[in-house]
């Protein structure tokens, strides 16, 4: 393990470092850091207080992982901590805060990610899988992202919100509502435009299975009989056997009966 650590980095005493991980020039881990196997710390990466990063993860130069929430009150509370999963790739001056005992003390980042330069994780975070952060693109506390959601450079997410599976939010747009999985946000102040057809498309989804989640999409929100809630009730009958669209129809009774917005079609 010792020919991994480069003679400058910084490792407290406890810091439980696996032998193939290597930390690179004017690294600090902290006392109570877990780093896995085949994790990279390329250099001058700072780790703080409780802070797990899974196997294969490569985090560049500038990242700081694992410091206390911008909340005020709970910045540095000692149950804190920051779990990132594995095969994730960390950006130059990635930031990722530690959560607060509104949410069991725990920020949660998944799996394969890509968190690009200056992107930030707020506390009490949980990011899914596959979860691509263009550069800048900041969450604020309490953000739920799904499985394979991708947001877009200079995007900014409120606090609260939920970001579902496969949602695209498009660059410099700000999202204050929840976003239904496979959503495509654009704008200033974030509008759903649509489906994020291409994604679905690249993901391996049919043509029959795009176009029927895109008929019960329009049916949904673009539909003129009753209002939302009628045709939500409606819908829940009508799709009932498409577990895409049914997918979508949970999500937004999840943000209703939590008495949250969901984000209307433009």
Not at 4 to 10: D, K
Not at 44 to 53: A, C, F, L, S, W
Not at 75 to 94: D, Q, S, T, W
């Amino acid at each position: 393990m010792t020919n991994n650590i480069h003679p400058t980095a910084v490792i407290e005493d406890g810091a439980q470092i696996a032998a193939t991980a290597k930390i690179g020039p004017l690294c600090w881990v902290s006392s109570r850091a877990k780093i896995g196997e085949n994790v990279q710390l390329l250099g001058r990466v700072t780790i703080m207080g409780d802070t797990t990063i899974g196997e294969g993860t490569i985090v560049f130069p500038g990242a700081v992982l694992g410091g206390g929430p911008q909340d005020h009150g709970n910045e540095f509370k000692e149950e804190a901590r920051l779990i990132i999963g594995k095969n994730n790739i960390i950006r130059e001056n990635v930031t990722m805060h530690a959560g607060t005992p509104k949410e069991h003390f725990t920020t949660t980042v998944g799996d394969n990610g890509m968190f690009m330069i200056n992107s930030h994780i707020a506390h009490d975070c949980v990011v899914g899988n596959n979860v691509i952060m263009t550069n800048n693109a900041v969450i604020g506390g309490h953000v739920r992202v799904g499985d394979g959601a991708i947001l877009g450079g200079n995007s900014a997410v409120h606090q609260f919100c939920r970001i579902g599976r496969k949602a695209m939010i498009g660059g410099l747009s700000g999202v204050d509502r929840d976003v239904i999985p496979f959503g495509i946000v654009t704008g200033d102040r974030g509008k759903l435009r649509g489906l994020n057809v291409i994604g679905l498309k690249r993901s391996g989804f049919d043509e029959a299975t795009v176009k029927s989640i895109t008929r019960a999409f329009m049916f949904l929100f673009k539909g003129k009989n009753g209002n939302f809630e009628s045709r939500l009730a409606e819908a829940k009958e009508k799709f009932k056997d498409n577990d895409m669209v049914m997918e979508q129809i949970t999500f937004i009774e999840e943000s209703l009966n939590g008495r949250r917005n969901v984000m209307q079609a433009d």
